[in-house]
C-alpha cells in the first residue's frame, strides 16, 4: 500500500537532547512537508522540500533541522534550541506536477519533554 | 504571513441535522481550498477539495466557495456522531515561492448530539 509512515508514534526527549522523527513516504512524491500543530492550534509549517538535496525553511523552522538525501525519506530534528518541542508533528508528501492537489498525511508523531 | 480564519466552536448539531462550517482566508492569490477532518489525537484526513467558485458536492458533504469574498464553506448534511471531529480548513499558498504549502486555520469543532 502507498503511503506515508513517521516513526515513532510517541518520542520523548530529555533536556539538552536532539531527537530525530522519520518520514518515508512510497508514493513516489517529490515534495514533502513538516508540520507541527500545538493543541488547539491548526498546522505550521516547519521545513519543506520540493527536490532531493534542497529544502526550504517554512514559518517555524528556528530550532529544527531537515535533509533530503533520498526522495522518500525527509527526517526532522528537533534540537535543544528548540525551547518548547511539545507537540504533534505531521509530515505530508506532495507530488509536484499536481501541485493544486491536496497533501496528505502520515500518522504522526507525538513529541514529549521528560 | 496569509491567514486562515475559522471559529473555534464547539458548534453543536443534533443528529440527522445540517451542520455548517465557516473560513474565511487573505490570501487572494490562493486557487485551491481543502477540509480536513481531525479526529482527537489522529492526523489530519482529507474530506474535501474545492477550487472553483460555487458548490461541490460528495455524499453528505458540500463545500461551498466564494473567491470574490475569500470565503469557503463546508456543509455536512443528515450529521451522525461519526462526524464529531475538529474540521480544518487549509488554503494552498498562492506565491511560487512556496512549495505549494498549505496554510492552516485553527479547526473548528463540532459536536453532533445523538
Known amino acids: 500500500d502507498g503511503g506515508i509512515t513517521q516513526s515513532p508514534k510517541y518520542l520523548f526527549r530529555k533536556e539538552g537532547q536532539n531527537v530525530t522523527l522519520s518520514c518515508e513516504q512510497n508514493l513516489n512524491h517529490d515534495a514533502m512537508y513538516w508540520y507541527r500543530q500545538d493543541p488547539g492550534q491548526g498546522l505550521r509549517l516547519i521545513y519543506y522540500?520540493?527536490?532531493?538535496?534542497?529544502?526550504q525553511k517554512g514559518d517555524i523552522a528556528e530550532g529544527y533541522s531537515v535533509s533530503r538525501e533520498k526522495k522518500e525519506s525527509f527526517p526532522l530534528t528537533v534540537t535543544s534550541a528548540q525551547k518548547n518541542p511539545t507537540a504533534f508533528y505531521l509530515c505530508a508528501s506532495l507530488a509536484v506536477g499536481f501541485s493544486n492537489q491536496p497533501q496528505h498525511f502520515g500518522d504522526g508523531t507525538r513529541l514529549s519533554i521528560l | 504571513q496569509k491567514e486562515v480564519e475559522q471559529n473555534s466552536g464547539p458548534l453543536s448539531v443534533p443528529e440527522g441535522a445540517i451542520a455548517s462550517l465557516n473560513c474565511t482566508y487573505s490570501d487572494r492569490v490562493s486557487q485551491s481550498f481543502f477540509w480536513y477532518r481531525q479526529y482527537s489525537g489522529k492526523s489530519p484526513e482529507l474530506i474535501m477539495s474545492?477550487?472553483?467558485?460555487g458548490d461541490k458536492e460528495d455524499g453528505r458533504f458540500t463545500a461551498q466557495l466564494n473567491k470574490a469574498s475569500q470565503y469557503v464553506s463546508l456543509l455536512i448534511r443528515d450529521s451522525q456522531p461519526s462526524d464529531s471531529a475538529t474540521y480544518l480548513c487549509?488554503?494552498?499558498?498562492?506565491?511560487?515561492?512556496?512549495?505549494?504549502?498549505?496554510?492552516f486555520g485553527k479547526g473548528t469543532s463540532l459536536l453532533v448530539t445523538p
Open positions: 522540500s520540493q527536490i532531493v538535496n534542497d529544502f
Open positions: 487549509a488554503v494552498k499558498r498562492g506565491d511560487s515561492n512556496s512549495g505549494y504549502a498549505l496554510n
Open positions: 474545492i477550487y472553483s467558485n
